[in-house]
């Protein structure tokens, strides 16, 4: 039985007779998502649910919304499939434009074809969506396979036409089509449909299968990324927890984090991975029409309904190990993510060839210390602990070019901060520094070499115990 809060268990202890206190209980958990309760998980519950957690990650919430739809589609008849058809916007398919910049679709239901997928976070008043989660899916029906490869809203792309700017601006300067284009543009790859959801659609879809259990693992309180009518969504506290609609909202819409859309996007994708999980209970198999009729009407796409139907049909079985996800990262140079074209060449030739994304890693080559240069800071505030640190990488054979301090003395940890290509650099050094942890720096910390040593507090207490000699 699921946990359920006190209201339910004073209800239970004031009804008369065993039966019809289980009755209340049970009716009280199933109101709880419309009220807007959040609810705790005892210790066996946590286990549980985390051993029963077997699908894959998805790259962002766009990901979850096309297997919704396209599972869902599978199971049910002609009426169901008349009222989607009739709820899903067909602005995409009135689109000339958008038809134009598509490539063909694929000849036959059973060949690999690419689908581009955003997801907008248009709010009330607005007339234009920003594309806040793109996605470009291939799906191969015949083998059952799916890579959903990510693009970053900020990656700093070549607009035809427009120059210079962060991808997401494309659909702003030319709408869907622009945006088509500048994905072909920028991955070298077809797109034969386009799909876009409107995120605010998953408050529904989540009350309807009672809320989802999310592991939040930082605080939460921002208002802007409250949409529930009373204002009553904008905390929520870590925790592994069960989200209601407006809560689980809040946590993918927040970007009010020292690192704005990175957290957002790692949220998205935790919540949207959980959502799949529990979308796979025999349970919640019975709500799959609900919650694909209420997806439908913030849904606008190219591919008509009765070809979402089949394909879901020809992916029926298919299983965790079969969705790849991967995101094109990059490094954040203020106003842009500035994309690893290494990294993106990899993922794009494993998904035009059909391969694994973690196939594709490069051989990891051993980092000579000598080619490193190292800058090192007192974080700590103790006089000589960045010397002695510095001491320590110079004999470890590291070029340490700069030794100084931080701009605050607060550091308990040794850090050691890294770009995102750096990160192989950064465990070497790490490995040279006892308990130092790696920090991915992410534009916010200022250094002119390699890798960014900060000494922490716990440095004197490495030194004294005679782990490493200064």
Same mark, same amino acid.
């Given at each position: 039985?699921?946990?359920?809060?006190?209201?339910?268990?004073?209800?239970?202890?004031?009804?008369?007779?065993?039966?019809?206190?289980?009755?209340?209980?049970?009716?009280?958990?199933?109101?709880?998502?419309? %009220?807007?309760?959040?609810?705790?998980?005892?210790?066996?519950?946590?286990?549980?649910?985390?051993? +029963?957690?077997?699908?894959?990650?998805?790259?962002?919430?766009?990901?979850?919304?096309?297997?919704?739809?396209?599972?869902?589609?599978?199971?049910?008849?002609?009426?169901? /499939?008349?009222?989607?058809?009739?709820?899903?916007? +067909?602005?995409?398919?009135?689109?000339?434009?958008?038809?134009?910049?598509?490539?063909?679709?694929?000849?036959?239901?059973?060949?690999?074809?690419?689908?581009?997928?955003?997801?907008?976070?248009?709010?009330?008043?607005?007339?234009?969506? %920003?594309?806040?989660?793109?996605?470009?899916? #291939?799906?191969?029906?015949?083998?059952?396979?799916?890579?959903?490869?990510?693009?970053?809203?900020?990656?700093?792309?070549?607009?035809?036409?427009?120059?210079?700017? #962060?991808?997401?601006?494309?659909?702003?300067?030319?709408?869907?089509?622009?945006?088509?284009?500048?994905?072909?543009?920028?991955?070298?790859?077809?797109?034969?449909?386009?799909?876009?959801?409107?995120?605010?659609?998953?408050?529904?879809?989540?009350?309807?299968?009672?809320?989802?259990?999310?592991?939040?693992?930082?605080?939460?309180?921002?208002?802007?990324?409250?949409?529930?009518?009373?204002?009553?969504?904008? +905390?929520?506290?870590?925790?592994?927890?069960?989200?209601?609609?407006?809560?689980?909202?809040?946590?993918?819409?927040?970007?009010?984090?020292?690192?704005?859309?990175?957290?957002?996007?790692?949220?998205?994708?935790?919540?949207?991975?959980?959502?799949?999980?529990?979308?796979?209970?025999?349970?919640?198999?019975?709500?799959?029409?609900?919650?694909?009729?209420?997806?439908?009407?913030?849904?606008?796409?190219?591919?008509?309904?009765?070809?979402?139907?089949?394909?879901?049909?020809?992916?029926?079985?298919?299983?965790?190990?079969?969705?790849?996800?991967?995101?094109?990262?990059?490094?954040?140079?203020?106003? /842009?993510?500035?994309?690893?074209?290494?990294? +993106?060449?990899?993922?794009?030739?494993?998904?035009?060839?059909?391969?694994?994304?973690?196939?594709?890693?490069?051989?990891?080559?051993?980092?000579?210390?000598?080619?490193?240069?190292?800058?090192?800071?007192?974080?700590?505030?103790?006089?000589?602990?960045?010397?002695?640190?510095?001491?320590?990488?110079?004999?470890?054979?590291?070029?340490?070019?700069?030794?100084?301090?931080?701009?605050?003395?607060?550091?308990?940890?040794?850090?050691?901060?890294?770009?995102?290509?750096?990160?192989?650099?950064?465990?070497?050094?790490?490995?040279?520094?006892?308990?130092?942890?790696?920090?991915?720096?992410?534009?916010?910390?200022?250094?002119?070499?390699?890798?960014?040593?900060?000494?922490?507090?716990?440095?004197?207490?490495?030194?004294?115990?005679?782990?490493?000699?200064?």
């Amino acid at each position: 039985m699921e946990p359920y809060d006190a209201h339910s268990r004073s209800s239970a202890r004031r009804s008369r007779g065993g039966a019809h206190a289980r009755h209340a209980a049970a009716r009280t958990r199933r109101t709880a998502g419309s %009220r807007g309760i959040i609810e705790p998980a005892p210790r066996m519950r946590i286990q549980r649910e985390r051993r +029963k957690q077997t699908a894959k990650r998805w790259a962002t919430g766009v990901g979850i919304a096309l297997a919704v739809v396209l599972l869902g589609g599978a199971a049910y008849g002609f009426f169901w /499939y008349r009222s989607v058809d009739r709820n899903m916007s +067909k602005a995409a398919l009135a689109d000339t434009k958008l038809q134009a910049a598509l490539d063909s679709p694929q000849e036959t239901p059973s060949e690999p074809f690419y689908l581009l997928l955003t997801g907008n976070d248009k709010r009330p008043g607005e007339k234009a969506a %920003r594309a806040d989660t793109i996605i470009l899916a #291939k799906v191969d029906p015949k083998q059952k396979k799916v890579w959903l490869l990510s693009i970053p809203r900020d990656t700093r792309v070549e607009i035809p036409g427009h120059g210079v700017d #962060k991808i997401n601006a494309s659909k702003f300067y030319g709408g869907n089509a622009l945006l088509v284009d500048t994905v072909k543009q920028f991955t070298g790859l077809p797109v034969n449909y386009y799909m876009d959801i409107n995120f605010r659609g998953f408050v529904s879809a989540v009350d309807t299968i009672g809320g989802v259990w999310v592991d939040v693992d930082v605080p939460i309180d921002d208002w802007k990324a409250d949409m529930s009518p009373d204002n009553s969504a904008a +905390k929520i506290e870590p925790g592994y927890q069960l989200l209601d609609g407006y809560h689980a909202l809040t946590y993918v819409r927040s970007r009010d984090f020292p690192d704005a859309d990175f957290t957002r996007m790692r949220h998205q994708q935790e919540f949207f991975k959980a959502l799949a999980a529990q979308m796979s209970k025999p349970g919640n198999f019975l709500k799959i029409p609900t919650v694909v009729t209420g997806i439908s009407k913030h849904i606008s796409s190219t591919m008509p309904v009765g070809d979402m139907v089949r394909l879901a049909q020809a992916l029926q079985g298919i299983k965790g190990d079969d969705i790849q996800t991967a995101t094109i990262t990059g490094e954040w140079k203020s106003p /842009y993510v500035w994309p690893d074209e290494e990294r +993106k060449a990899f993922l794009i030739d494993a998904m035009r060839n059909s391969r694994s994304f973690e196939e594709t890693a490069p051989a990891t080559q051993a980092i000579v210390p000598a080619t490193v240069s190292v800058t090192v800071r007192n974080g700590a505030g103790i006089s000589g602990v960045a010397a002695s640190a510095a001491d320590v990488l110079k004999r470890a054979g590291f070029d340490v070019s700069e030794v100084g301090n931080a701009n605050q003395f607060v550091y308990e940890k040794t850090l050691v901060v890294y770009n995102e290509n750096d990160k192989a650099m950064a465990q070497t050094v790490a490995a040279a520094l006892p308990t130092a942890e790696l920090v991915p720096s992410r534009g916010m910390y200022a250094f002119n070499t390699d890798i960014l040593v900060v000494v922490g507090k716990d440095w004197a207490s490495v030194t004294a115990s005679g782990t490493v000699t200064p």
